[in-house]
């Protein structure tokens, strides 16, 4: 049985810790053996906290000896997650994959951290990223890619392609994550796992290391549905220390999953399937759209008809605020220093040393963006686009409950094939950076496979309305199989 703990779900830990079937120290001790087996061909992780695991794991062991049958105990009580190496973590490493940062320690927990530990959750690590969450496909860490265990010569999808390749492993049941434009749900397509980002403002920002704070969002990775909505329930909700966060009351997600779709209508918008769209990917999409009808749903053909605008505004919008929050990386207060006899060389050869090439290049995009003259005719273009593009998500979601859309113009692509072409990279995330924009919530599921590597079906909703997209979601999954589908690792 122990070889098969890692396996299991989230849930299925928690109703077996309150069985007494397994104790929590079991459980991590397993996903801690397969970080053995497997991430040194992974390389999910950049920092594996194995004493603090199992001493928080055999804590709750003693919990449950002594309650009766789990009773009163927090949602996440012993099981293990994965965390997103940008989130402030009390007292363990957290470099947000740059050296510029190096073996940063925080003295404080992020507001997410805070409650996955009053949910009882056992932090067993910081996952690998594109460096500052900049990136596609974790090749731009500055501690080596992340490789997808469905293919060990593919990239996981990035920017959180560390949390998704842990959970497709095996070696964490949940994961946290961050998506600016796309880097949830990407990574959780190409790994065939289930990635969301929440609407814009559900879940705290606060401790996240910032890349651009007009679109980052926190959420959760996990293996099924059900999963995902315990996650969410533990990380959601308002927090005073960040000024964007909503005060929106949550509705219970985990308790609100119903296979049901009966009655739901579903838009289908006409611009995220044409050129580029591997046809293996259109082809997976479009059956997953077919069987939501047969469940009871109704499509029909929506449009969005700025969603063509929607990558240049974001490569304008994401690195003027990129810009903006990477000035405070100078050497003065964080990670190594470029001792020289001048402050203003120092910084230069700091931040030159420090920063890797995507990290400059969006940082000079921005800084230009930004800059006398041309502030205007770029980014105040963008943000009105984006408006635009807001509007376009608004009325399409009048019309019908949801939109049903791809998650990636293609499959796992190979290590290496795009890291040079930075526009072919970009164009990776060309589905799911226009939800950014809108601020709006996103789910990926997997929908089968193409060429033996997973589709991700992306589900959009209304603002603050999760509990719709999961809803549709979980009907899915419960009359499918591809949930399922594990990666030959």
């Excluded at 012993?78 to 003295?107: E, F, H, Y």
């Excluded at 009808?293 to 240049?312: I, K, N, T, W, Y």
């Excluded at 997997?446 to 991700?456: D, E, K």
């Amino acid at each position: 049985m122990s070889d098969e703990i890692f396996t299991l779900t989230a849930h299925a830990l928690r109703d077996r810790f309150r069985g007494g079937a397994l104790r929590p120290s079991e459980a991590v001790e397993a996903c801690l053996r397969r970080i053995d087996q497997v991430d040194g061909r992974l390389h999910a992780f950049l920092h594996v906290d194995r004493e603090g695991a199992l001493a928080e794991a055999r804590r709750w062991d003693a919990v449950y000896a002594a309650s009766s049958g789990g009773d009163g105990l927090p949602p996440l009580a012993g099981v293990p997650v994965a965390i997103k190496d940008n989130m402030c973590t009390c007292g363990l490493p957290t470099t947000a994959g740059s050296r510029i940062l190096g073996q940063w320690r925080p003295p404080y927990d992020a507001t997410v951290i805070e409650r996955l530990r009053a949910a009882g959750a056992v932090i067993l690590g910081k996952t690998n990223l594109d460096e500052f969450a900049m990136g596609s496909s974790t090749e731009n860490s500055a501690f080596g890619p992340t490789h997808n265990p469905w293919d060990l010569d593919r990239v996981p999808g990035g920017s959180s392609g560390g949390s998704a390749a842990a959970v497709a492993a095996g070696e964490a049941p949940l994961a946290l994550g961050s998506d600016t434009g796309g880097s949830i749900r990407q990574p959780a397509a190409l790994c065939g796992v289930v990635g969301l980002k929440p609407t814009y403002g559900r879940v705290s920002r606060y401790g996240l290391i910032a890349f651009a704070s007009s679109l980052d969002q926190i959420g959760p990775f996990s293996r099924d549905v059900a999963d995902c909505a315990l996650l969410l329930d533990a990380i959601a909700g308002h927090d005073p220390r960040d000024s964007t966060s909503a005060s929106i009351p949550c509705p219970d997600f985990a308790g609100g999953l119903t296979p049901d779709v009966r009655g739901m209508r579903l838009g289908l918008p006409r611009e995220t399937f044409g050129e580029g769209l591997e046809r293996g990917v259109r082809d997976a999409v479009l059956a997953a759209a077919r069987h939501m009808e047969s469940l009871g749903a109704r499509v029909e053909e929506v449009s969005l008809p700025h969603l063509e605008h929607a990558l240049p505004t974001y490569y304008l919008i994401a690195p003027a605020e990129c810009s903006s929050n990477l000035a405070r990386y100078d050497g003065v207060q964080y990670g190594p220093r470029m001792e020289t006899d001048d402050l203003i060389t120092m910084y230069a050869r700091t931040r030159a040393q420090g920063f890797g090439a995507e990290v400059k290049r969006r940082i000079m995009l921005g800084t230009y963006a930004l800059s006398a003259g041309y502030y205007d005719a770029f980014y105040l273009k963008a943000q009105r686009v984006r408006t635009l593009v807001r509007r376009d998500f608004e009325h399409a979601l009048e019309k019908v409950d949801l939109l049903l859309m791809p998650v990636s113009p293609s499959v796992a692509f190979r290590i290496g094939e795009k890291v040079d072409d930075p526009l072919q990279m970009y164009l990776s995330d060309i589905y799911t950076i226009p939800v950014n924009l809108a601020g709006n919530p996103g789910i990926s599921i997997s929908c089968g496979l193409a060429a033996s590597l997973p589709v991700g079906l992306q589900l959009v909703g209304r603002p603050f309305d999760e509990a719709t997209v999961l809803r549709a979601a979980y009907a899915y999954e419960q009359t499918t199989e591809h949930h399922r589908a594990r990666p030959p690792l």
